[in-house]
């Protein structure tokens, strides 16, 4: 029997997260697991990323294949460095959160109290091409 290490997707249409699992290689995507191994959250940021590093090594010990995804995965916790015999990998970088941006500010006159003042922009007024259609519309129907 062949045993793969790979992706189960779970979750919604546009929001997917996966669980590292180890399957035998003729079962469907979703199917049913030897094991689950970790988790992967590619949404979330940054992506969430948790591996049981001991049991991937037993596994790929015994001769489990990972799949593509799951290799790039553990290539960055470094599981796959370590069972190969390779030197760790750098740490992962952590995105900076972005500041929180002020949706609205209310506007002040200054005084601590809440502006009553004008709009900004004046009202549009009537072209003098509508007006001259107006007066001629008025003047044929009173004809």
């Known amino acids: ?70 290799t790039a995965i553990l290539k960055v916790t470094g599981d796959w460095q370590k069972f190969k015999g390779l030197p760790a990998p750098e740490p992962m970088k952590v995105a900076e959160p972005k500041p929180e941006r002020v949706h609205f500010e209310a506007v002040t006159d200054g005084t601590g109290g809440d502006a009553k003042g004008e709009a900004i922009t004046q009202k549009a007024k009537k072209s003098d091409k509508a007006a001259d259609a107006e007066s001629g519309a008025d003047e044929s129907a009173g004809a």
């Open 1 to 70: 029997m062949a045993v793969k290490i790979k992706l189960k997707r779970l979750g919604k249409i546009r929001s997917p997260h996966y669980r590292i699992i180890v399957a035998d290689s003729r079962t469907r995507r979703d199917g049913r697991a030897i094991e689950e191994v970790g988790l992967y959250h590619p949404v979330q940021n940054p992506s969430r990323i948790e591996v049981d590093s001991e049991r991937v090594q037993y596994w790929l010990g015994v001769g489990a294949q990972p799949t593509e995804p799951v």
